[in-house]
Each structure stands twice: as structure tokens, then as C-alpha cells.
């Protein structure tokens, strides 16, 4: 059974920092994509970053050069380090995966290629 637990979330000031983990049990694939997404406050849920297995990786335009994603394959965790971090960032973020038998060639952005998620991690950026 495939697991996803996010930790780090929390408040930060506006220009602060702060680095999210996905722990990722049961789950191993070849080929697949883990993610980050996130959801503000009456918006819908939008593609933050992912990498692939392969280690490219993938970055929405309003989080490049501020957001870097990462993985610990020995751990198997997911990683993302926030800098500069402003108030448009709040949101609930969600770490998610693709399904172990599905191979990608590239980095979908669409939550409807993801099968696993996690329950999510609250971030408040203050002014």
C-alpha cells in the first residue's frame, strides 16, 4: 500500500524560507514522476514542481528560481526547498505520485496523471 506523508509546512514571513518532505512508503517505479501541488484559498489545485526518476525535473513559471525540488532515492523522499517565499505562495501543498506501472517520458502537469496523493501540509506566508 502506497503512502505519501508531507512534513514542514508552517508560517513564514514574506522573503522567508521553508523545505517540505514527502516520505513515500511502499512505492518504488521506474519511469514514474513525483510532484508537488498546491491549492490557495478558493482556487483550484495547481501544479507546483515534479521530478522524474530520470531526474529532470519540472517547474510552474510563478515558483522558478525561488522553489527546488528534489529526491532521496535511498529514502525515498521527496523534497522542496522554498526561498523568497510571498503571499500568493500560501496554500495547502500536496505531494503526489504517478502509478508504479505507468511510465512517463516527460513530467505531467495534470493531477489527473497522478495517482497517489498525500493529504497535504499548510503554508501561511505573512506580510
Known amino acids: 500500500q502506497v503512502q505519501l506523508v508531507e512534513s514542514g509546512g508552517g508560517s513564514v514571513q514574506a522573503g522567508g524560507s521553508l523545505r517540505f518532505s514527502c516520505a513515500a512508503s511502499?512505492?518504488?517505479?521506474?519511469?514514474?514522476?513525483m510532484a508537488w501541488f498546491r491549492q490557495a484559498p478558493g482556487k483550484e489545485r495547481e501544479f507546483v514542481s515534479g521530478?522524474?526518476?530520470?531526474?529532470?525535473?519540472k517547474y510552474a513559471d510563478s515558483v522558478k528560481g525561488r522553489f527546488t525540488i528534489s529526491k532521496d532515492n535511498a529514502k525515498n523522499t521527496l523534497h522542496l526547498q522554498m526561498n523568497s517565499l510571498n503571499l500568493e505562495d500560501t496554500a495547502m501543498y500536496y505531494c503526489?505520485?504517478?502509478?508504479?506501472?505507468?511510465?512517463?517520458?516527460?513530467?505531467?502537469?495534470?493531477?489527473?496523471?497522478?495517482?497517489?496523493w498525500g493529504r497535504g501540509t499548510l503554508v501561511i506566508v505573512s506580510s
Open positions: 503526489a505520485a504517478t502509478h508504479e506501472l505507468r511510465v512517463f517520458k516527460g513530467i505531467p502537469t495534470s493531477e489527473r496523471h497522478f495517482t497517489y
Open positions: 521530478i522524474h526518476t530520470d531526474t529532470t525535473s
Open positions: 511502499g512505492y518504488t517505479a521506474s519511469g514514474a514522476v
